[in-house]
C-alpha cells in the first residue's frame, strides 16, 4: 500500500470555486480508486489544498491514472486556478489507521517531520509502542514515512473536535508523559498546518 499526498498552491480565494469543480468530477473518479481524503488550510500557507490516494502500489497508482485520464473523467478542469502542485507518495506505518470514510474532525493536524533516513525504523518503534495512549486523548488519522528520505520524510495526522480540545490535549498529554514517545532521533526539520475538511471528503 502507498499513499500519494498531493499539495496544491490555489490562487487567492480560488479554494471554493477548486471544491466545486474537483467535486463534480470525483464521483467517476472515485470509481477507479477511492479518494482518502481532502482538505484546506486553515492555519498555514493560506489558499492551500491537501488530497490523499491510497493505492495498492505505484503500478496500481499508473494504471488508475492511465485510464482516468485515457477517459476522460480525470483531472477536473482546475489548471487556471493552481498556482503549483507538489506529489510526494508516502508508505503508511504499520500502525496507520486506514484512511478513509471517518468522521473524527473537523479539526485536522498535519506535521511534517524530517530525520535522517536511518532513524526512520526507531521512530516507527517508539510511535507504534506509545500509540495506544495517545490515541486515548484523540485519534490518529494518519502517519506516513517516506522510504526514499528527504525533506518531510515523517508525516503524522491528528483529529480534534475543536481548536480548544487540541490545545487541551496538546497540554495534557505532555503533562502527563504520554507525548511525544521517548526516542533518541533528533528532529531536523519540523512543520505543521491545521486543515478543514472538504464536504466531498471522506474524512471529516
Known sequence: ????????????????EYRKRFGEKLPDRAKLSPLGGHWATEVGNPNEVVAIWPYDSLEHRKQVRAEADASGIWPPDTGDLIESMVSEIYT????????????????????????????????????????????????MAGCWYKETGGLDNFVHMWAYPSFEERMRIRVETRANGVWPPPNSAPIIRQRTKLLMPAPFSPMQ
Open 1 to 16: 500500500m502507498i499513499h500519494e499526498i498531493r499539495t496544491y498552491n490555489l490562487k487567492h480565494k480560488m479554494v471554493p
Open 92 to 139: 503508511p506505518a504499520p500502525f496507520a489507521p486506514a484512511i478513509g470514510e471517518r468522521n473524527i474532525g473537523p479539526i485536522y493536524e498535519m506535521r511534517m517531520y524530517t530525520y535522517s533516513a536511518e532513524d526512520i525504523p526507531e521512530v516507527l518503534e517508539s510511535w507504534g509502542e506509545r500509540l495506544a495512549a495517545r490515541q486515548e486523548y484523540s485519534p
